[in-house]
């Protein structure tokens, strides 16, 4: 039988600044909850509800106690990093192993990306960052009933670029990349914006986009160089052919990026029956079934970004 700490269950959400410049964690009580949810937010607001009705207080500490709290508590090291450029299949692939509870999904955790960017909001040292995040990952990777053998973190889409740093950190995990054609992405993204797609919600500078360039409202001009710079960050790191790294592409089908992924990353697929089931259902909702997008228009094509794809198919 497990030993269970006291915090066991806890896990930090969010980063902030406190009224006297001081940096601050939130803490959540997850309780018995196995994170299903396509989005680690998701799963943090049904928590959030449940303590509300329960009259807690929310749980702040300093930034100190996350890593004291995180060499106490028994946890996986990741199995995988899912890198993505949004709109390609990421979603479902990491929603296919939350099937199993043996293993841990971590899906776009706020935290990740806030302690990734903290240099936005104040300075920081880069030890420092690499303690917060590093810390972060073992709390969201413990171990909470005893049979987890797999960790798989999904980034933001964005957080390919911080490539380098992150490989730094972990130089022996397996990094997943999926991409998909511009043109498709740039339809997918009209019907429903991500944050990245919208001038001003992401950091123009991490997103490579030059600030002097006035879009003048038209999303989908700012979106294809947004994907430019992902394609072209993926590629360069293609270029690397580290061993560590595997790439798959939208086009191929749902299922063979997931048989890939698992055969890269040695994460078993369980329950077969269980996994087409869910691939018939919305990657961002299982109870919504799955409906064929329509073809992109010719005003979702841009030639240069459809030229920085290229070049990530011609590296396969």
């Not at 509800?49 to 749980?59: G, N, T």
Request: neutral net charge; charged residues 25%.
């Amino acid at each position: 039988m497990m030993n269970k700490s006291p915090l066991t269950n806890w896990i930090p959400h969010r980063l902030s600044i406190s009224s006297d410049e001081e940096w601050m964690l939130h803490w959540m009580d997850l309780e018995d909850r196995h994170i299903m949810e396509p989005f680690f937010d998701e799963t943090i607001n049904i928590c959030s509800c449940r303590r509300k009705d329960k009259r807690r207080l929310p749980s702040l500490s300093t930034t100190d106690f996350l890593s004291e709290v995180a060499a106490g508590i028994p946890h996986l090291p990741p199995t995988a990093f899912v890198f993505h450029v949004s709109r390609c299949g990421s979603t479902l692939l990491s929603q296919a192993f939350t099937l199993d509870s043996e293993n841990i999904i971590i899906a776009e955790a706020p935290l990740l990306d806030e302690i990734l960017r903290a240099s936005e909001k104040k300075e920081i040292t880069e030890e420092k960052r690499k303690q917060w995040f590093m810390a972060a990952v073992q709390l969201m990777g413990q171990l909470r009933n005893g049979n987890e053998s797999a960790y798989i973190v999904k980034l933001d889409s964005w957080h390919l670029h911080f490539y380098d740093i992150l490989r730094s950190w972990y130089p022996n995990t397996p990094f997943f990349f999926l991409s998909r054609k511009p043109d498709e992405v740039l339809a997918s993204h009209e019907k429903r914006a991500g944050i990245h797609t919208v001038p001003g919600l992401v950091n123009k500078q991490l997103l490579k986009i030059d600030p002097q360039v006035d879009y003048g409202g038209n999303f989908s001009r700012f979106t294809a160089d947004v994907l430019k710079g992902f394609y072209q960050q993926m590629s360069s790191i293609q270029q690397l052919q580290h061993p560590k790294n595997a790439f798959a592409d939208y086009g191929e089908g749902i299922s063979t990026m997931i048989d890939r992924f698992s055969r890269f990353s040695g994460v078993h697929i369980r329950g077969q029956e269980q996994l087409q089931n869910r691939l018939n259902y919305h990657s961002k909702s299982n109870i919504l079934p799955y409906q064929k997008e329509q073809e992109p228009e010719l005003r979702h094509q841009y030639p240069d970004c459809m030229e920085a794809y290229e070049n990530i198919k011609r590296s396969s």
